[in-house]
């Protein structure tokens, strides 16, 4: 079954298929693949994923008793005390949003910032002089832990030897301050006043580091860490930079997970190639690249090249292509990566829903999966 499957991909075996990361496809697709309304809730669930033979699956902290979100309107605002009862994750976003705000689309399942208390940059150094995120995690070590563990329990034991479940951190460390700072200042203050955003740093990855220590308590064998740290065009600053301010609290940060073995993975939009060689240095083992970034087939062919049986690596068919392209065009992507999967020990493949030739795409990926 998929769960064996993954835990060999994960750590570099062959496989008898090449692994699939997430599902295949919307509602209306899985239901007429299992037959099973996806009302049915956990039945739906299992079924989808051994319909599709999905190896993985990563899951961020879940509020398991949330309330459902009941809006009419297309946008509504308020602070993260409205929306808190039904909003679906823990992780840190009850500090990134706190004081502001937001605004909720019917259809999104994270909230926009729309006001923070400061609008210039001497208005937004002033916020940070006294701004510490660690005096807005009220919950202790074991809450978290406590949640970290029935999360990964109540998907583990839904989805049982068909797939298996890693947990995952979204709020890692930049993101966070993309967040809670936005772009524009953000990239100033790294520019003018790196020591401000170096104490900052300091501060919240003790935060994340309780996510992790949680995680690494829970039973998880694999863990996904996410941080936004490039855009299409290529990383947000420099690999030495990223170097020198924010992989050594990645290396801290992931300390409580691979002492216990738990195999880590990272994942950035955009194109964050360069930045791959000190991500393995910090001790990542492994790379999932979204389907945003754009690459090229030759940058994919040299990623596979260098890292392929090393790393484990998650790719995709890039995703203008089977949005956008004729059903060759889509076909064509899908075959190209799955003729790379087939080379090497740790390859999953991921992306294969947004597309309106979805039915051909995934009758591509079974011709192609068996190894």
């Given at each position: 079954m998929g769960?064996?499957?993954?835990?060999?991909?994960?750590?570099?075996?062959?496989?008898?298929?090449?692994?699939?990361?997430?599902?295949?496809?919307?509602?209306?697709?899985?239901?007429?693949?299992?037959?099973?309304?996806?009302?049915?809730?956990?039945?739906?669930?299992?079924?989808l994923h051994k319909a599709l033979d999905v190896d993985m699956i990563y899951v961020l902290e879940t509020r398991m008793d949330r309330s459902p979100i009941e809006q009419r309107e297309d946008t509504v605002y308020g602070k993260f005390e409205d929306f808190e009862d039904s909003f679906p994750y823990y992780d840190s976003f009850h500090i990134a949003y706190k004081g502001y705000t937001l605004a909720r689309t019917k259809t999104a399942?994270?909230?926009?910032?729309?006001?923070?208390?400061?609008?210039?940059?001497?208005?937004?150094?002033?916020?940070?002089?006294?701004?510490?995120p660690r005096e807005?995690?009220?919950?202790?070590?074991?809450?978290i832990a406590e949640e970290c563990r029935r999360t990964y329990r109540h998907y583990q034991d839904v989805l049982e030897d068909v797939t298996l479940v890693a947990g995952e951190t979204y709020l890692t460390l930049f993101t966070f301050f993309i967040v809670r700072i936005g772009w524009q200042l953000l990239a100033r203050l790294i520019l003018k006043d790196v020591e401000v955003?170096?104490?900052?740093?300091?501060?919240?990855?003790?935060?994340?580091?309780?996510?992790?220590?949680?995680?690494a308590k829970s039973g998880i064998?694999?863990?996904?860490?996410?941080?936004?740290?490039?855009?299409?065009?290529?990383?947000?600053?420099?690999?030495?930079w990223f170097k020198e301010h924010v992989f050594p609290h990645y290396r801290d940060i992931w300390r409580p997970l691979k002492d216990k073995g738990i195999r880590v993975f990272f994942i950035s939009d955009g194109n964050y190639l360069p930045l791959m060689d000190g991500l393995a240095e910090a001790g990542a083992e492994g790379f999932k690249v979204n389907p945003d970034a754009r690459l090229s087939r030759v940058d994919i062919e040299r990623l596979c090249a260098k890292y392929g049986g090393k790393k484990v690596l998650m790719l995709s068919p890039r995703r203008d292509v089977l949005k956008n392209g004729t059903v060759r065009e889509a076909v064509s992507e899908v075959e190209f990566i799955t003729a790379l999967a087939q080379r090497y020990n740790g390859v999953f493949v991921h992306g294969l829903s947004d597309t309106p030739h979805l039915e051909a795409c995934y009758q591509t990926w079974i011709r192609n999966r068996e190894k």
């Open positions: 769960y064996e499957r993954a835990l060999r991909a994960i750590n570099l075996k062959p496989t008898d298929k090449i692994p699939l990361l997430g599902t295949i496809g919307d509602t209306r697709f899985g239901e007429k693949l299992t037959g099973i309304k996806s009302s049915e809730g956990s039945r739906y669930l299992k079924a399942t994270q909230l926009w910032v729309v006001r923070r208390p400061f609008k210039t940059y001497k208005e937004m150094l002033k916020y940070l002089e006294n701004y510490d807005d995690e009220f919950r202790t070590a074991k809450e955003f170096d104490e900052l740093a300091r501060r919240y990855a003790e935060i994340t580091k309780r996510h992790t220590e949680a995680w064998k694999a863990f996904v860490c996410h941080d936004d740290v490039a855009f299409r065009e290529g990383p947000v600053m420099s690999p030495s």
